[in-house]
T-cell receptor, first 113, second 109 residues
Framework: IAGITQAPTSQILAAGRRMTLRCTQD?????MYWYRQDLGLGLRLIHY???????GKGEVPDGYSVSRANTDDFPLTLASAVPSQTSVYFC????????????FGPGTRLTVL | GQNIDQPTEMTATEGAIVQINCTYQ??????LFWYQQHAGEAPTFLSY??LDGLEEKGRFSSFLSRSKGYSYLLLKELQMKDSASYLC??????????WGAGTKLIIKP
């Protein structure tokens, strides 16, 4: 693994189903983030984690949950998917909260029908 | 509320210079960032400004005026590969990034 990876690359999901988007980084970064990107809107922060064992809510957390059991992994779970959660999801990491640069994964394109 | 404004789309000619503007109103300021995002790809970091003035990095330069809530990204000697979206983001008082919707730059030969 080099950098930050996400899985799956894309997914089509029926409304009401549960889905976990995976994110793994090998840079030993303390801070990790989940964003969604929708056409015409800026990236919006869903949840973040400043260090392993802690998480926080971003701008649009409703319908999503995260966990940070270790430094490398930061999965995002949709408990019961709805069509408005159709989006491109990016995971990112930085050395620490407030660091100059965030590194982004390749994204997951999710469609909820 | 917090707001980042940048033009939706700009067109420029290969070899020319283009300036992409960004204005912001945020709760606190801990730096302004520019990212590049090619279609279908992840954003990648271009520049960071926390003090007023111009930061130059090769063909790309970024300017900040904190008193005016204003920044621009200047791209010189445009190449076709510069066709991408350019995202302006401000780090607020909670050290969270607030993002603009991005400016799609189209380069014509």
């Amino acid at each position: 693994i080099a950098g930050i990876t996400q899985a799956p690359t894309s997914q089509i999901l029926a409304a009401g189903r549960r889905m976990t988007l995976r994110c793994t980084q090998d840079m030993r970064h303390n801070a990790m983030y989940w964003y969604r990107q929708d056409l015409g809107l800026g990236l919006r922060l869903i949840h973040y984690s400043n260090t392993a064992g802690t998480t926080g809510k971003g701008e649009v957390p409703d319908g999503y949950s995260v966990s940070r059991a270790n430094t490398d992994d930061f999965p995002l779970t949709l408990a019961s998917a709805v069509p408005s959660q159709t989006s491109v999801y990016f995971c990112a990491s930085s050395e620490a909260s407030g660091s100059n640069e965030q590194f982004f994964g390749p994204g997951t394109r999710l469609t909820v029908l | 509320g917090q707001n980042i404004d940048q033009p939706t789309e700009m067109t420029a000619t290969e070899g020319a210079i283009v300036q992409i503007n960004c204005t912001y109103q945020t709760s606190g300021f801990n730096g302004l960032f520019w990212y590049q995002q090619h279609a279908g790809e992840a954003p990648t970091f271009l520049s960071y400004n926390v003090l007023d003035g111009l930061e130059e990095k090769g063909r790309f330069s970024s300017f900040l005026s904190r008193s005016k809530g204003y920044s621009y990204l200047l791209l010189k000697e445009l190449q076709m590969k510069d066709s991408a979206s350019y995202l302006c983001a401000v780090m607020d008082s909670n050290y969270q990034l607030i993002w603009g919707a991005g400016t799609k730059l189209i380069i014509k030969p």
